[in-house]
Nanobody, 128 residues
Framework: QVQLVESGGGLVQPGGSLRLSCAAS????????IGWFRQAPGKEREGVSY?????????YYADSVKGRFTISRDNAKNTVYLQMNSLKPEDTAVYYC????????????????????WGQGTQVTVSS
């Protein structure tokens, strides 16, 4: 069955970096889009970044992370990554990856209901 597993979260000081991984199983990831979302305590889940299927290759970022975060995929490992640099305390949240069983692009990519499968999340805490 379709499964997504996030890893790579942790505690980091402001200005530091983390690389999150989203490992997929039960399907071939390069045919499908992947979105990264985050949810801070008391806040709604928000879109962070998105990558289309390999045939399209488009990437998108929330304005709050543009220039600091980079999304990429390694099809050989069936994994999508989120490289996070220059982390700020406001980046603290549980980070989730998600996919849609329809290989066409999710539009708009920020809508939570546009995704069928979600990982369990990984905690990112940015604090000194």
């Amino acid at each position: 069955q379709v499964q997504l597993v996030e890893s790579g979260g942790g505690l980091v000081q402001p200005g530091g970096s983390l690389r999150l991984s989203c490992a997929a199983s039960g399907f071939t990831l390069d045919y499908y889009p992947i979105g990264w979302f985050r949810q801070a305590p008391g806040k709604e889940r928000e879109g962070v970044s998105y990558i289309s299927s390999s045939s399209d290759g488009s990437t998108y970022y929330a304005d709050s992370v543009k220039g600091r975060f980079t999304i990429s995929r390694d099809n050989a490992k069936n994994t999508v990554y989120l490289q996070m640099n220059s982390l700020k305390p406001e980046d603290t949240a549980v980070y989730y990856c998600a996919t849609d069983t329809d290989p066409s692009p999710v539009s708009p990519w920020t809508v939570v209901s546009g995704y069928d499968y979600w990982g369990q999340g990984t905690q990112v805490t940015v604090s000194s």
